[in-house]
């Protein structure tokens, strides 16, 4: 009926990591039918409390704790700072990064900033009860990355330095591809094949760089040029022409980190019968 009901005994519900002042104990409603708890957390977060006073259960109340973030300095630097550049952007080769945080507060939330899209980090960044927390950073997007790092206590937000990532593309799944415009030509040193040629790897990561071509059989047939250098895109082309009637194998080879890669094609090349005499 709405009537106060001074001098009942009203205890908690705690969920881990939240303590009430003085231990946990009953607290005597007063006139008013009012009882006061007083809550702290080392551990910032939301946490759901009830009451409970005899048989009845109080509705849940979501109680937040926030760090305090007056004072605190957040540093962020790589694990091994030979690991920051030259990264395999595959998605499973990572550049580790320690985030520190001066108030050792256990459970604070931390935020990393990218300059672009494409950083895979975890969901749930938290740090230890010594404020420290390592957190792996993976691309299958080779660039390069500046990070940062920021927590925030609801009022005040502190930020680290940025440190820069470099992924690279992942030689390891590098693919050497080759086409030819034409797969026969007439044999009158004029007509010529179009030899287009494309370095990725397996996340289309484009490489740069030189490959070096060879004609087998060696004579009878030339390249406009036996050294391509890849453009952005990881292509390159030459043109093809042959003198002298033959099938030609025409192969690129690329060398990186010890690593060979290589493609080929065939092309047929025929007598000019325009030029025959019988």
Known sequence: FGNVVPGYAVTLSLPAGVTQVGGEHAVSTDENGNAVFALISSTPGSYVIKAHAGPQVSTELTVTFASNMSGASLSLMPENSSLISNIPANGKDAAVLNVQLTNNTNGQKVQLITSSEGLSVPTNIVTDSTGHVSVPVTTVRAG???????????????????????????????????????????????????????????????????????????????????????????????????????????????????????????????????????
């Open 144 to 278: 390069e990355y500046t990070v940062t790092a920021r927590v925030t206590d609801g009022s005040n937000s502190v930020e680290s330095g940025s440190v820069k990532l470099t992924f690279v593309p992942d030689i390891a799944s590098a693919e050497l591809t080759m086409s030819v415009s034409k797969q026969q030509i007439v044999a009158d040193s004029s007509e010529s094949a179009t030899v287009d040629i494309q370095l990725v790897d397996a996340n289309n990561n484009t490489f740069t760089g030189d490959v070096n071509l060879t004609i087998t059989p060696s004579t009878g047939a030339s390249l406009t040029s036996s050294k391509l250098q890849l453009d952005a895109y990881g292509k390159a082309s030459t043109q093809f022409t042959a003198s002298k009637s033959g099938q030609y194998t025409i192969q690129a080879e690329h060398v990186q980190d010890g690593k060979r890669i290589t493609a080929s094609q065939n092309i047929d090349a025929v007598t000019d019968v325009k030029e025959a005499v019988l």
